[in-house]
């Protein structure tokens, strides 16, 4: 993102303005699908697409990537629309982790002259995710469902070779970062949180849960009161401190359906106890 300083300065840039990583690729019309949010929605300060994360150069599958947020809004997989988020949810994402990537996002040139000094003053790990949040300080983004931006992971990336601990005191940081910077748009995080939480009290996705636990942790969970409002959240708490431990002790020895009927049985408890009718 320091070539966006550079990139800034060229009178000829246009209206609108995109990244591509060296390494990953747009899904033929991802540009045409971001611009016509931004037209459908004036008041976007930018748009995104959903990520796929692949782990070769051919996407023979992808894992689909959203913003935390977006497993609040009805079964992800049967969202297609593009969404309109308002600033304090895109911030409420952020301070639970990335919510986009520098390769799924289209920006209105003038946006992001206004929020690009965050990234040139920034640590380049937590460059990306501030710039986000600041995005979300000057208005509403566009979000498109649909995965259009194929982004490539390595063997080498820093989420894939550190420890879950290291991460949550990564991510600590950041979100510290991201606490601070909501404060000056008067916007209390762990007040979003609530109001968010709040209408699905007992039955949050799954997918939802695992992030806020595996992103954030107990600690700050606990300090933030949001604990009462995470379905079974303490079991789910001792699976997961189970599940590392026994990931790298039992895993390399244990045959694969072991693996596969606990992750079921994970899936089971921190799943909302379903509503019989009458």
Do not use: K
């Given at each position: 993102m320091n070539h966006a300083h550079h990139l800034l300065t060229l009178p000829e840039l246009g209206e609108r303005v995109a990244f591509l990583c060296d390494d990953d690729?747009?899904?033929?019309?991802?540009?045409?699908?971001?611009?016509?949010?931004?037209?459908?929605?004036?008041?976007?300060?930018?748009?995104?697409?959903?990520?796929?994360?692949i782990e070769s150069e051919t996407a023979v599958a992808c894992?689909?990537?959203?913003?935390?947020?977006?497993?609040?809004?009805?079964?992800?997989?049967?969202?297609?629309?593009?969404?309109?988020?308002?600033?304090?949810?895109?911030?409420?994402?952020?301070?639970?982790h990335t919510p986009f990537h520098f390769s799924s996002m289209l920006l209105r040139t003038s946006v992001l002259r206004e929020a690009a000094a965050i990234v040139?003053?920034?640590?380049?790990?937590?460059?990306?995710?501030?710039?986000?949040?600041?995005?979300?300080?000057?208005?509403?983004?566009?979000?498109a469902p649909a995965v259009s931006a194929l982004i490539r992971r390595h063997e080498g990336n820093y989420c894939r070779s550190t420890v879950q601990r290291e991460i949550q005191r990564a991510h600590a940081v950041v979100r510290g970062l991201v606490t601070d910077l909501a404060g000056q748009g008067?916007?209390?995080?762990?007040?979003?949180?609530?109001?968010?939480?709040?209408?699905?009290?007992?039955?949050?996705?799954?997918?939802?849960?695992?992030?806020?636990?595996?992103y954030v942790g107990r600690e700050p969970l606990?300090?933030?009161?949001?604990?009462p409002f995470l379905s079974r959240g303490r079991a789910h708490y001792w699976l997961k401190r189970w599940e590392r431990w026994s990931w790298q002790v039992l895993v390399p020895w244990a045959?694969?359906?072991?693996?596969?009927?606990?992750?079921r049985l994970r899936d089971r408890l921190a799943r909302p106890p379903e509503r019989r009718a009458g």
């Open positions: 690729w747009w899904a033929p019309g991802h540009l045409a699908t971001l611009g016509q949010a931004l037209d459908r929605h004036p008041a976007a300060v930018g748009a995104f697409a959903a990520g796929g994360y894992q689909r990537y959203w913003p935390a947020v977006m497993w609040l809004r009805g079964e992800p997989g049967a969202t297609v629309e593009t969404q309109l988020l308002p600033g304090d949810e895109v911030l409420a994402a952020c301070w639970v040139r003053d920034s640590h380049p790990a937590h460059a990306d995710r501030l710039l986000f949040a600041r995005l979300a300080l000057l208005g509403p983004l566009a979000f008067g916007v209390n995080i762990t007040a979003v949180w609530r109001r968010l939480l709040e209408p699905r009290r007992g039955t949050l996705p799954t997918d939802l849960v695992n992030l806020l636990w595996d606990e300090a933030a009161g949001l604990m045959p694969p359906i072991l693996h596969r009927t606990y992750l």
